[in-house]
T-cell receptor
Framework: GQNIDQPTEMTATEGAIVQINCTYQ??????LFWYQQHAGEAPTFLSY??LDGLEEKGRFSSFLSRSKGYSYLLLKELQMKDSASYLC??????????WGAGTKLIIKP | ETGVTQTPRHLVMGMTNKKSLKCEQH?????MYWYKQSAKKPLELMFV???????ENNSVPSRFSPECPNSSHLFLHLHTLQPEDSALYLC???????????????FGPGTRLTVL
């Protein structure tokens, strides 16, 4: 079966750095997405990785290792507005997205 | 209007009611999706339409009936639902290429459905 694993909840301090991990087992791989979802709102796209390595976009970076079936999202200089759920999703061989359950990130002052 | 819109934002219905959810995308995309989001569970893909043809139906009960009259509009018709169908229903759209490829999905704000 296909499976995406990520921690249920994480807590971090404003101004700090946090790393949210995602491991996956899917039938085929056509890229990995990270989305942010604030409570009561739509998920919004953060990043896409299809090749191994680190993609940096401002305060957010995403890393992929295809051989390990592993990705992480790195958030730097945390702000209170970063409190949200972060969803990891893998595009399988049929170009459909397989979603993780999301990681709820709580930022404390 | 920009992006993906959904109406209504909130819906309460009894098990014998018939209602419809509406989604409209203003992005010129050729694929649209219905997802179900329940608390602490992964997004569940329900239906996919590509170029107005249904290409995916993930064993969804027949009490959910999708309709895609054109590439910009998607409906989800609901009838005789069960309380366990209460969830957030999200619509999304993307640009689907002939060879698949990178097709970031853009989501609407969702309809919060409560079945009594």
């Amino acid at each position: 079966g296909q499976n995406i694993d990520q921690p249920t909840e994480m807590t971090a301090t404003e101004g700090a750095i946090v790393q949210i991990n995602c491991t996956y087992q899917t039938s085929g791989f056509n890229g990995l997405f990270w989305y942010q979802q604030h409570a009561g709102e739509a998920p919004t796209f953060l990043s896409y990785n299809v090749l191994d390595g680190l993609e940096e976009k401002g305060r957010f970076s995403s890393f992929l290792s295809r051989s390990k079936g592993y990705s992480y999202l790195l958030l730097k200089e945390l702000q209170m507005k970063d409190s949200a759920s972060y969803l990891c999703a893998v595009m399988d061989s049929n170009y459909q997205l397989i979603w993780g359950a999301g990681t709820k990130l709580i930022i404390k002052p | 209007e920009t992006g993906v819109t959904q109406t209504p934002r909130h819906l309460v219905m009894g098990m014998t009611n018939k209602k419809s959810l509406k989604c409209e995308q203003h992005l010129g995309h050729n694929a649209m999706y219905w997802y179900k989001q329940s608390a602490k569970k992964p997004l569940e893909l329900m239906f996919v339409y590509s170029l107005e043809e249904r290409v995916e139906n993930n064993s969804v009960p027949s009490r959910f009936s999708p309709e895609c009259p054109n590439s910009s509009h998607l409906f989800l018709h609901l009838h005789t639902l069960q309380p366990e169908d209460s969830a957030l229903y999200l619509c999304a759209s993307s640009q689907h290429g002939a060879s698949g490829g990178y097709n970031e999905q853009f989501f609407g704000p969702g309809t919060r459905l409560t079945v009594l």
